[in-house]
């Protein structure tokens, strides 16, 4: 279920939301963000209600309906999906659906960081750094609260819960047998599972610093055969 193509819609996700806050332009609009949620809407979602969040919440962001995206990524959020988690930190940073706040906004995304997902930690600590010190208490508090329902010690055995679920309806009738020979075992093994989506957003290109390279020495330049008497 998860695949290359999936990724790059969270991606694409991430960077619509950070778009969006620097106002830049409707993103409707925009004819890259609706191909992203054109293939956000192929993507099956069922018994993956961490994936459905996700998607209907960027789908309900792109066209500025704050309140629903708030709704679904809460959801997502709920089964344990990061990218969820992390977009309702964003919300909370820009204002958006809600009254601004940066430490809500960072209690969110550093729940988000729960795995250590490197595009997530990158922006956490952006934000970290306007904080000050009595912020950061607040935030870590607003944490705790929000690991009580969010964390992945709670929310990741409501959708192991689901993937069984769904195991169960699959090789219960013969539709289901259909269906669980469409999707690859790491989509519903709930070890599998996890260590897919961990394994995605891991593998990330971390580029370093520039350096000056000299330039290459410049070959002596050759005669040409017509040059000669």
Known sequence: MRSARTVFCMLMGIGLLAANARGAGDPAEDPEVMKT??????????????????????????HRRYGDAMKYFEVGAQYADKLSQLSI??????GEGVAKDPVM????????????????????????????????ARAESQRTQLAKRYADEVAQPRMVFELKQAIMQMTGSLAGYDAAGKYPKKDWDPALYFATRDREWKNSVTV????????????P?????????
Request: hydrophobic content about 35%; charged content about 20%; glycine content about 6%.
């Open 37 to 62: 949620l054109l293939a956000m809407s192929k993507m099956s979602t069922w018994h993956h209600p961490d994936q459905w969040g996700m998607t209907a919440g960027m789908r309900a962001y792109a």
């Open 89 to 94: 930190g964003l919300m909370y940073k820009n």
């Open 105 to 136: 906004a960072y209690a969110w995304m550093d729940l988000a960081c729960e795995r250590g997902y490197p595009q997530f930690v990158a922006t956490r600590d952006e934000l970290k750094e306007t904080l000050t010190p009595a912020q950061l």
């Open 208 to 219: 370093g610093p520039v350096e000056e390279v000299d330039p290459p020495a410049t070959a």
């Open 221 to 229: 330049k050759q005669s040409d055969s017509s040059d000669k008497p």
